[in-house]
Structure formats: structure tokens, C-alpha cells
């Protein structure tokens, strides 16, 4: 999750809008857990996106999926060291002493949820829902199952060896 700071708060429900639109992981509420931000300022003539590491300048009037382009560049740079690998979160890829895998959706998702949760640890039942929202009951054999999956396929494919810790419900990487 990347929280949006937005210089013109009046656009907030606008871009919220927006946002729904587009499959980037962005928030407005500073109250959610996060990776970085991002400021976005909105002038007459165009949108400033600035992240840690770049700025980027897009000519309005601009499409939806222009935007959400613009996005997805100055958001896929970013990246998360664990365990001394690399993880890209927006590209769905880790590197590992100069191998490289991209992760599927479901993977990608539970490596992103354990990541941005890596310091409190993320409830199985809450995880679930985050990967499968469409589910009436959550099976946490399945997600026990994606889990060692998870695992397995990091190991065998760039030889990363990550573990898991759990404790009242709460996961975590360990």
C-alpha cells in the first residue's frame, strides 16, 4: 500500500474515485500501513507525482489509463529489502543473490500483506480475506497450503529460505 498525499484536499474524493479504478495499491487515509508515499500535485497545466526516488510531470489533460501508466512508473522502482533479498511489490518480484522470480498473484499478495504487516504480524482470518474476498468462509487450510507453497517455490527457484512465525492467530515473517 502507497499512501497518496494529495496538495489539493478538495480532490480527495475525486481521486479516491479514481483510485477505485485503477488496480494500484493506494491509499488516502494515513491511518492505513504502508510502504512510502507518494505526493501528487495537481497544478493548472498538469500532475506532479513524486516519490523517494523520482519525480514525474504528466500534461493535462491526460486518460485514466495515462495515469494510472505514470503510476505504475514511478511506483515500480520501489522496493523492500527482507531476509537480504529484493522485493518489487508493484512488479510481483524478489531477488535473490542475482536470481530473480515473479510471483504469481496469490504469492505476490502474501508476501506484500506479511511485509507491510512484518512488524505487528497479519491474522490468518484478515489474510484470507485480503487474498480471497469473494469467499463466504475462510479455509485457513488453503491458506496453510499457499503458504508452504509460497515457501517451496522460493526455495526451489532462487533458493531463499524464508520462515514463518505464528502465535495467537498472528503471522508473520520470522
Known amino acids: 500500500m502507497f499512501l497518496a498525499i494529495l496538495n489539493d484536499k478538495s480532490l ?4 479516491q ?11 488516502l487515509d494515513v ?13 493548472q497545466k498538469d500532475i506532479i507525482l513524486k516519490s523517494i526516488h523520482k519525480i514525474l510531470k504528466i500534461s493535462l489533460p491526460l486518460t ?13 522502482d520501489y522496493k523492500i529489502s527482507f531476509q537480504d533479498a529484493l522485493y518489487y511489490p508493484i512488479n510481483h518480484s524478489v531477488f535473490f543473490e542475482g536470481k530473480k522470480i515473479v510471483l504469481g498473484e496469490i504469492h505476490n ?12 504480524g497479519i491474522d490468518k482470518f484478515d489474510l484470507y480475506q485480503k487474498i480471497w474476498p469473494n469467499d463466504k468462509e475462510a479455509q485457513i487450510n488453503k491458506l496453510e497450503t499457499h503458504l508452504t507453497n ?18 495467537k492467530g498472528l503471522i508473520k515473517l520470522n
Open 31 to 43: 491511518k492505513n500501513i504502508h510502504f512510502s508515499k507518494i505526493e501528487i500535485t495537481f497544478t
Open 109 to 120: 499478495q502474501i508476501l506484500y500483506q506479511l511485509i507491510l504487516h512484518q512488524n505487528s
Open 17 to 27: 474515485h479514481i483510485i477505485e479504478q485503477i488496480e494500484i495499491p493506494i491509499t
Open 64 to 76: 485514466l489509463k495515462n495515469f494510472q501508466t505514470a503510476l505504475m512508473k514511478i511506483l515500480s
Open 12 to 15: 480527495e474524493k475525486y481521486f
Open 150 to 167: 509460497f515457501r517451496n517455490n522460493l526455495l526451489s527457484n532462487i533458493n531463499l529460505k524464508i520462515q514463518f512465525a505464528s502465535n
